[in-house]
């Protein structure tokens, strides 16, 4: 639509420039020649009509402009509630993530405390292989006693470890959608301004257009009252 425009007003420059060359040859052979004289108010005529033809694209691109002004408005409205959106999960993420690492040394202490050092490593050795899937949760509970201490709830763990998950998967998908959006919104502005520049120069091209008309009508009829 705002190539539509620019070539629009190149043509029409052309065309009035064009128009406006014939009319002054034409003026100065009016006096001498009535043919010349109606040529002289045909060409008036078609400049007149030409002016018209670049008003009416002025308007027509001013009324792009301002379409495409609202929806870049619009995407940008739809841009800052994606970042909202992005916001929210990603605060829901971290604070997943800092109750799950609250959650895991208050899970390895429970109980008895442990004798030793050693214990305590074999305890989260313990923990790990059972999240993995290589031990069961009987060879877990011995391997903590064992150790000296209490098994933690295992199922608590993995509902943790899939509520960390769920939020991981949010704060990821929030953060595309905001590129996505983001993007277009960075399309719609941009377009919106390379119109409205069209539609301003158009209404120039339009007003000079208007003044050339109405001059090209005053030296039409000024020659037909000559005779």
């Known amino acids: 639509m705002v190539g ?21 040859a034409l ?24 002016a018209q033809a670049i008003a009416v694209a002025a308007d027509n691109a001013r009324t792009a402009a301002d379409q495409l002004r609202d929806r ?17 999960a990603g605060r829901a993420y971290q604070q997943a993530l800092l109750a ?10 429970t109980g008895a405390p ?20 290589d ?3 009987q060879q877990l509970r011995t391997v903590w006693r064992r150790a000296g201490g209490a098994p933690p709830d295992p199922t608590a763990a993995d509902r943790a470890d899939r509520a960390v998950d769920r939020h991981r998967v949010r704060d990821q998908a929030a953060r595309r959608e905001y590129d996505v959006v983001a993007a277009a919104a960075r399309r719609a502005v941009e377009a919106a301004y390379i119109a409205e520049l069209s539609a301003a120069a158009l209404a120039e091209e339009a007003a000079a257009a208007a003044a050339d008309a109405e001059e090209a009508r005053y030296v039409a009829d000024r020659a037909e009252r000559s005779h």
């Open 4 to 24: 539509v425009g620019i070539w629009g007003l190149l043509i029409a420059s052309c065309l009035v420039l064009l128009a406006l060359l014939a009319l002054a």
């Open 72 to 88: 870049a408005a619009a995407a940008e409205l739809a841009r800052d509630d994606a970042w909202q959106r992005q916001e929210t």
């Open 135 to 137: 031990i069961s949760v």
């Open 114 to 133: 442990l004798p030793a050092e050693h214990g305590r490593d074999v305890s989260r050795a313990a923990l790990t292989a059972y999240r993995r899937g």
């Open 27 to 50: 003026a100065a052979r009016a006096a001498e020649h009535p043919a010349d004289r109606r040529a002289l108010r045909a060409e008036a005529d078609e400049l007149a009509a030409e």
């Open 100 to 109: 799950d690492q609250e959650d895991r040394p208050a899970a390895v202490v």
